[in-house]
């Protein structure tokens, strides 16, 4: 009995310490988001450059914090990849930025597939579907003729993972999917030299961190739902 108080007592304290340590990440998190933000809404470029690398590791560090699964973690980390790429103003960077973004987008896709709950949601396929057409087919005579593939291409990925999150995680990553098809369609219309926003940078910025911040709460939250149902059936079964 002795030994199992302090086993107890010792998981109590490794408990706590993860706790902790969640709290401490997602402050900073918080943190250089708010300093990202802030940046590009007073125009202080360094600021910026400075912070967005740090968004995507720290947003990481969290979800492994709680456990979560390597794909999320992949899916994080070529979202930083992108981040970083997209900092140079280059044709080239904005590709290679496309390509590690949309290989993230292949990690949630692959994610909400194994740890997801298939759900029919045909209101959302029907929505995602017409914003996706109605997106490429205005888009598509104002892109660079170099970029309207690979941006069709990217949008259909996109489109699918933002359907995905919505139809299998539910209502939070949902929503992180949904802000991200937004901040990314922000972005294509100033590729498309559309009119902008003041500050446009800034409004996809805070799109994209929410989107990202929603997606990881949203799996880790319907993952451990799961398991606290899986749970529940072993004491049943028992």
Not at 34 to 54: M, N, Q
Not at 222 to 228: F, G, I, M, Q
Request: charged content about 15%.
């Amino acid at each position: 009995m002795a030994a199992d108080a302090r086993a107890g007592a010792g998981s109590g304290r490794g408990n706590r310490g993860r706790v902790t340590v969640c709290r401490a990440l997602l402050a900073a998190f918080a943190l250089f988001a708010a300093t990202d933000l802030i940046s590009l809404a007073v125009g202080f470029g360094t600021g910026h450059t400075v912070s967005k690398p740090l968004l995507m590791p720290l947003l990481a560090a969290y979800a492994a914090a709680h456990g979560a699964p390597r794909l999320l973690l992949a899916a994080l980390l070529f979202g930083w990849g992108g981040d970083v790429l997209l900092l140079f103003d280059a044709e080239p960077a904005f590709l290679a930025g496309m390509a590690s973004f949309a290989a993230g987008h292949i990690c949630y896709l692959v994610l909400f597939k194994a740890y997801g709950k298939a759900r029919a949601r045909c209101g959302l396929l029907v929505a995602y579907t017409t914003a996706l057409l109605t997106t490429v087919v205005l888009l598509w005579p104002d892109l660079p003729p170099g970029l309207r593939v690979p941006v069709v291409g990217y949008s259909l990925l996109l489109t699918a993972m933002a359907y995905a999150a919505g139809a299998r995680l539910g209502l939070v990553a949902g929503l992180g999917g949904a802000l991200f098809l937004l901040s990314d369609t922000l972005i294509a219309t100033g590729v498309a030299d559309w009119p902008q926003p003041p500050r446009p940078d800034l409004w996809i910025m805070l799109t994209y961190i929410a989107a990202q911040f929603l997606l990881t709460v949203g799996t880790l939250g319907a993952l451990e739902a799961r398991d606290e149902r899986t749970a529940l059936k072993v004491m049943v079964t028992d």
